[in-house]
């Protein structure tokens, strides 16, 4: 069996397996590095007008119901809270994927607009085709694709070796200087 035939064919074969699956972890994993500079993907935080939270459960509700966009109605219509004592905000991301920031001192809605860095993240890791695509189709493909770094790395460092030793032999099988 050659080594370098099998290690060819494993790598051809598992690249076929794994480029859909690898494209889209690559091209979203390339959003997600941007998501805190783009508001596109990720709104910025807004600033409140204080640092210490003192809107209550419902004042927060009541903010978040005056947003037609977000749709929500009661809390089942809320993912969740995220707040931000530092920076004076409660953000609210509704259901359908709409955040509204409010500002937790006074209740006033600082921003509303689409996130999207939820949804590519559920792409990235595959959790958006369904929970089981992450264990056994991502996870796979990347396992595949660090075998093909692996075999890429040896086809490649594999014609320097060779060089090598054939430089070695040839001065072995050199007759002597005189």
Not at 9 to 15: D, F, G, N, S
Not at 55 to 72: C, K, N, P, T, Y
Not at 113 to 119: A, I, V
């Amino acid at each position: 069996m050659n080594l370098n035939k099998t290690n060819r064919q494993l790598h051809r074969w598992a690249t076929l397996i794994v480029a859909l699956p690898v494209i889209i972890m690559l091209v979203t994993g390339m959003l997600l590095q941007w998501k805190k500079q783009a508001s596109w993907i990720q709104p910025p935080t807004q600033r409140g007008s204080e640092t210490e939270p003192t809107l209550a459960f419902a004042e927060i509700l009541a903010s978040a119901r005056a947003v037609d966009q977000a749709g929500i109605k009661t809390w089942d219509d809320v993912e969740r809270l995220d707040v931000r004592p530092g920076k004076g905000v409660v953000k609210v991301r509704a259901k359908n994927r709409w955040e509204i920031q409010i500002d937790s001192a006074t209740g006033a809605v600082l921003q509303t607009s689409y996130r999207r860095s939820d949804l590519i993240e559920s792409l990235h890791d595959g959790s958006f085709f369904h929970d089981a695509a992450k264990l056994w189709v991502f996870f796979p493909a990347a396992l595949a694709l660090l075998l093909m770094w692996m075999t890429g790395l040896y086809l490649f460092v594999l014609p320097y070796v060779a060089r090598a030793r054939s430089r070695a032999r040839r001065k072995m099988n050199a007759p002597p200087e005189v």
